[in-house]
Nanobody, 121 residues
Framework: QVQLVESGGGLVQAGGSLRLSCAAS????????MGWYRQAPGKQRELVAV???????NYLDSVKGRFTISRDNAKNTVYLQMSSLKPEDTAVYYC???????????????WGQGTQVTVSS
């Protein structure tokens, strides 16, 4: 079983920055995808950014150029550096990890408990 523990959320003014961290513990697959999702009140959860164990990344269009996802495989930790934050970035941010077989099929998926990010105007 994998546990994900997020940290780094909080309240920030528009234009400010925050860095989220998500540490994974438990059994670790070498092939995995880690990502950040967010859910604002009354909206569906959406993908913000993902990074593979090989370092490939993908971003939601609205955060490109402002957010950067990275990972430290030795620490089993993924980060989300958020800059130039906007009020519309306000949401609960969730970390997700997908453990995958070598052919890409998902073996298991795990979610963190979520961390609140609030951007004031």
């Amino acid at each position: 079983q994998v546990q994900l523990v997020e940290s780094g959320g909080g309240l920030v003014q528009a234009g400010g920055s925050l860095r989220l961290s998500c540490a994974a513990s438990g059994s670790i697959f070498s092939i995995n995808v880690m990502g950040w999702y967010r859910q604002a009140p009354g909206k569906q959860r959406e993908l913000v950014a993902v990074i593979t164990s090989g370092g490939s990344t993908n971003y939601l269009d609205s955060v490109k150029g402002r957010f950067t996802i990275s990972r430290d495989n030795a620490k089993n930790t993924v980060y989300l550096q958020m800059s130039s934050l906007k009020p519309e970035d306000t949401a609960v941010y969730y970390c997700k990890r997908e453990d995958r077989y070598s052919d890409g099929r998902v073996y298991a998926a795990y979610w963190g408990q979520g961390t609140q990010v609030t951007v004031s105007s």
